[in-house]
C-alpha cells in the first residue's frame, strides 16, 4: 500500500494542477480563432483547475460538496456543457454549438463557485434583477 502524501505534498500538487488548468485556460486564447481547438483546451483547462481542489480536500469530500444540494444543478450543468463542448467540438466540429457550450460552461462554474461565499448567490441574483430591470 502508498503511503499518504503529506500536506507539503498535496499543496505542491493542488498548485501544479491548478497552475496548468490556468495555463491551459490562458493559452487557449491564443486559438481562439478556432473554436474546436480553443473549446478542447479551455475546457481541459477548466477540469484540471476545479479537479486541483481534490488534492486539497480529497475526491470523495469535494464530490460530496459538489453534489450538496446547494451546488447540485450548477454541477449538473456544469458538467453537462463540460461534456457538450467536447461533443461539439470533437465529434460535431460544430464552432457555434461549441462556443454557445464553453460560454454556458463559464457561466456555470462561475454561478457554482458563488455558492461557496455566502450570500454571493444572492447578491449576483439581486444585481442582474436591478440591471435587467427595464421599469426605472
Request: with cysteine; aromatic share 14%.
Amino acid at each position: 500500500m502508498l503511503p499518504l502524501p503529506s500536506p507539503g505534498q498535496r499543496i505542491y500538487a493542488f498548485a501544479a494542477c491548478l497552475v496548468a488548468g490556468l495555463a491551459l485556460m490562458i493559452l487557449s486564447f491564443i486559438v481562439f480563432a478556432r473554436p474546436i481547438k480553443f473549446a478542447v483546451m479551455f475546457t481541459f483547462g477548466n477540469m484540471l483547475a476545479v479537479g486541483s481542489t481534490a488534492f486539497v480536500m480529497g475526491p470523495q469530500k469535494q464530490l460530496r460538496m459538489m453534489f450538496d444540494p446547494v451546488r447540485l444543478y450548477a454541477t449538473a450543468i456544469y458538467v453537462g456543457c463540460v461534456v457538450l463542448a467536447l461533443i461539439f467540438a470533437l465529434w460535431l466540429h460544430d464552432k457555434l454549438l461549441t462556443l454557445i457550450a464553453v460560454i454556458c460552461e463559464i457561466c456555470a462554474l462561475f454561478w457554482y463557485s458563488l455558492s461557496y461565499i455566502p450570500f454571493a448567490r444572492r447578491m449576483v441574483s439581486d444585481l442582474m434583477v436591478k440591471l435587467c430591470d427595464t421599469e426605472l
